[in-house]
């Protein structure tokens, strides 16, 4: 059953720009706004690594390798979770995947990946 809808994925030429989107609908608001909330990404034949988290108190933090370049931000209202990605350069293709945590628990919840390919 899937409960994170993740959108926003496709192929863009280096330099490019794109926004992927993590919503929940399913989940309540008070409850959605107690979770930490981040992406990771994987690409072929690599590690799937930590792009960007967003603690429920809105503290952010980024790989080195997409610092200047990526901007996480959710909207609670939406239950959502954005990452907007400038500047895309070809090392960024990847399946990028949406998470959330619930710090006091440790419940994660996955999102299904979305493709990211950044190509001329």
């Known amino acids: 059953q899937v409960q994170l809808v993740e959108s926003g994925g496709g192929l863009v030429q280096p330099g490019g720009s794109l926004r992927l989107s993590c919503r929940h609908p399913?989940?309540?608001?008070?409850?959605?706004?107690?979770?930490?909330m981040g992406w990771y990404r994987q690409a072929p034949g690599k590690q799937r690594e930590l792009v960007a988290t967003?603690?429920?108190?809105?503290?952010?933090n980024y790989a080195d390798s997409v610092k200047g370049r990526f901007t996480i931000s959710k909207d609670n209202s939406r239950k959502t979770v954005y990452l907007q990605m400038n500047s895309l350069e070809p090392e960024d293709t990847a399946v990028y995947y949406c998470?959330?945590?619930?710090?006091?628990?440790?419940?994660?919840?996955w999102g299904q990946g979305i493709q990211v390919t950044v190509s001329s």
């Open positions: 998470y959330m945590v619930q710090p006091e628990t440790s419940d994660e919840i």
């Open positions: 399913r989940m309540i608001l008070s409850t959605f706004t107690m979770y930490d």
């Open positions: 967003m603690t429920s108190g809105r503290s952010s």
